[in-house]
């Protein structure tokens, strides 16, 4: 719940504030393009930060991807040198054998049945894998044999292994069905006698021994080991590369002395890793046939980690470029827009201060000249009622006291214009507004009720007391709820009701519901001699009046108006009035 | 009564006179501090209407100098200028009254009268 509420805030933070900022300014106040910076700013910290992670890991995959494969390199290597130290081993054991056997025993004992019987017997006890044992004279005559099969006096002597055998003095063969049609190897031997006379022992060797050497390679799977001859026949039975005795499935490797590992397709054009060997003095080809898929498969799970650090990486850098670019670019768009509404503030404030020293000045002036048409008028009146001659011209008299109307009126006007720019003395005091408001309010309810307007005053008993100057406040009242009251017609309805802006400050809204203020003339109505009265009369300078005596008081005058709904205007006050306003340059 | 009225103006000083004059009260109009000054030197005047805007001297310092000379002398602020803050000043000096200008000569009148009643 608390991670949602964090990620919630934290989604709240990454929201562009500005984003529709930058698009739907209408009024060409945008000192920044936003949007575009902002964008500027993520795609070249992306591309910062994500460009060494991207090379870091590639890089990573390269070495591992290299590791690894030199490493499997290495153990196949490895495990074919071995096998085929042990298969060749496995030849010459057995080669050596009959060549202990051809030279400690004599030619009668090989000849006789029952000896060369207990000779097999010996042999199959200590080394295994002897199917039988024959002697072959040098005319191809088996002239004896010991072994499960009927083959004394079977002649070999048009066999290639027999002219191969004379003339190497021993032989090894690739493995054969044979007579018996079973799969199996001979090794045979030549011992001269004499010059031109010689013997051959012959012996005949399972090749399940072979089978069992190489399966007990400890190999994965889908890898294995099998033999072939040169010509890529196997010799061992293969799971997947052919039948025995058949061609396999895959090239012959080239030879080599040593062993060797390469890479491969096989026929299913999977990649394979053959490591090889050439055995010594025997037709065979040791084949160790690995699938690569199955070699790389550590490599294959590490690589899923590795993909998903990056991923992860990725998306943190990501959204901390995010973050931190929207948090700057909001903070310079928060900056921007407080920097706009205190220039506007600032002009309009500005504005009506020089208004206001302008007023003052006009009505100082004025005063004078006027005073002299007062008082010049007054005399003529004056003459007027004294002397006989004029008493009964009614329309002099008239004349005359509309002049003086007009002087009294305008002395009116620059005593309110004067009272515009006056600077107060202010006489700060604990203030419940609840009743100051209530006191004004005793003014003007014989004309509410007159007119039939509702009164409503919603402020909590428990409202501050604010320290402010009392008859500024009274001024501040009468001004708006009077204006309200012009506003309105017959059975309309006043509000007054308290609010709390911000620590340290109370507001007091006045609303009513009355015709409305016109958006074009919301920004004009506190500047003086601004009327929407018209004929009724009203000098324009209420509202002025009162936003010179909010000003004066540190506080805020707003207003939120809709046309025909009604207008609130609502007055921010600090609670403590602290020294002396900024406006005090505005002394008449 | 009489009454010593101070003004730049020559043309409000004098028709103020006249209209004082007009309405029974004896009238002397001068047109700057000094004269003001020297003319209350010479002659008793039961007020004085003083204009605080006067080319010589400052109409708040030449009230200052009334008050030392004739301490019960009445005498009533009549000014176009002044502000809020300089008829508080006049009040404190001692000045009886403060108005604004232009001012109704009735003011003026029911004024001098209320301090002519208050004298008997």
């Not at chain 1, 066999?159 to 493995?175: D, M, P, R």
């Not at chain 1, 026949?233 to 997947?240: A, D, H, I, N, V």
């Not at chain 1, 001024?475 to 709390?500: H, P, S, V, W, Y």
Request: proline letters at 3%; one cysteine or more.
């Amino acid at each position: 719940m608390n991670l949602f509420k964090y990620m919630v805030s934290l989604a709240a933070h990454l929201k562009p504030r500005f984003w529709k900022a930058g698009a739907s300014e209408t009024q060409g106040q945008i000192l920044f393009n936003y949007r575009k910076f902002w964008l500027f700013s993520i795609t070249v910290r992306s591309l910062v930060s994500l460009v060494p992670i991207a090379i870091l890991f590639m890089f990573t995959y390269m070495l591992e991807n290299k590791a690894i494969k030199n490493e499997n390199h290495l153990h196949t290597v490895r495990l074919t040198s071995n096998t085929r130290r042990t298969l060749t081993y496995f030849f010459e054991e057995r080669l050596d054998a009959l060549r202990f056997i051809i030279q400690e025993e004599k030619f009668e004992t090989l000849n006789n049945p029952d000896s060369l019987s207990y000779i097999l017997r010996n042999l199959q006890r200590g080394f295994g894998g002897f199917i039988d044992l024959g002697l072959i004279n040098e005319s191809g005559l088996q002239t004896n044999y010991v072994g499960p099969f009927d083959l004394k006096q079977r002649n070999y002597r048009d066999q290639k292994w027999f002219a191969n055998c004379i003339e190497n003095g021993s032989y090894l063969s690739e493995v054969f069905l044979g007579y018996r049609k079973l799969p199996h190897i001979i090794i045979a031997l030549k011992r001269a006698v004499n010059n031109d006379s010689f013997y051959i022992l012959r012996a005949t060797l399972d090749i399940k021994k072979l089978i069992q050497i190489l399966s007990s390679l400890e190999l994965s799977e889908r890898s294995e080991a099998f033999i072939c001859n040169r010509e890529g026949r196997l010799q061992t039975p293969s799971r997947y590369y052919g039948k025995l005795l058949e061609r396999m499935d895959l090239p012959i490797p080239e030879f080599s002395r040593y062993s060797q590992v390469k890479e491969a397709v096989d026929n299913a054009g999977s990649p394979i890793l053959i490591g090889y060997a050439y055995i010594e003095n025997s037709p065979y080809i040791l084949m160790l046939v690995k699938r690569s898929e199955e070699i790389m498969k550590g490599w294959y799970s590490l690589r899923k980690e590795i993909n998903w650090i990056f991923g992860i990486s990725v998306i943190a850098t990501l959204i901390v470029v995010l973050g931190i670019s929207t948090l700057m670019v909001n903070k310079i768009f928060d900056a921007d827009q407080k920097r706009l509404r205190a220039m506007e503030r600032l002009e309009s404030s500005g504005r009506l201060i020089s208004i206001g020293r302008l007023a003052a000045g006009v009505a100082h002036e004025i005063n004078n000249p006027l005073a002299v048409i007062g008082e010049n008028a007054g005399l003529i009146d004056d003459i007027f009622k004294l002397n006989k001659e004029y008493q009964g011209d009614q329309q002099l008299k008239e004349l005359i006291a509309a002049v003086l109307e007009s002087v009294e009126r305008c002395g009116e006007i620059t005593k309110q214009l004067l009272e515009f720019a006056r600077h107060f003395e202010t006489k700060i005091e604990a203030i419940n507004l609840k009743r100051t408001i209530s006191g004004v309010l005793s003014f003007l309810r014989k004309e509410a009720l007159y007119r039939n307007i509702a009164i409503d005053i919603d402020i909590p008993e428990d409202f501050p007391v604010i320290y402010s100057d009392y008859g500024s406040l009274q001024q501040i009242f009468l001004n708006l709820i009077n204006n309200a009251f012009q506003a309105m017609d017959k059975g309309g309805r006043l509000e007054i009701f308290a609010t709390r802006p911000a620590e340290g400050y109370v507001g007091i809204s006045v609303r009513d519901n009355g015709c409305g203020i016109p958006e074009e003339d919301r920004n004009e109505i506190f500047e003086p001699f601004f009327t929407t009265k018209g004929m009724r009369g009203g000098t324009g300078l209420g509202l002025s009046i009162t936003f010179g005596l909010v000003r004066k008081l540190r506080g805020e005058i707003s207003l939120d108006s809709k046309i025909g709904e009604g207008t609130t205007f609502t007055v921010t006050l600090p609670i403590r009035y602290a020294g002396e306003s900024k406006n005090e340059a505005l002394t008449g | 009564m009489k009454i010593l009225v101070v003004d730049d103006e020559k043309k409000i000083a004098d028709v103020l006179a006249e209209r004082l004059r007009l309405r029974g009260f004896e009238t002397t109009s001068v047109y700057d501090g000094t004269a003001a000054l020297a003319r209350l030197d010479r002659e008793d005047f039961d007020g004085v209407v003083l204009d605080l805007r006067l080319p010589d001297i400052d109409g708040i310092e030449v009230l200052r100098q009334i008050k030392k000379k004739f301490p019960t002398l009445s005498v009533v602020i009549l000014s176009g200028h002044g502000t809020e803050q300089d008829f508080k000043t006049c009040l404190k000096l001692g000045a009886v009254a403060c108005f604004q200008k232009p001012a109704k000569l009735a003011t003026l009148e029911t004024t001098f009268n209320l301090l002519q009643t208050a004298a008997k």
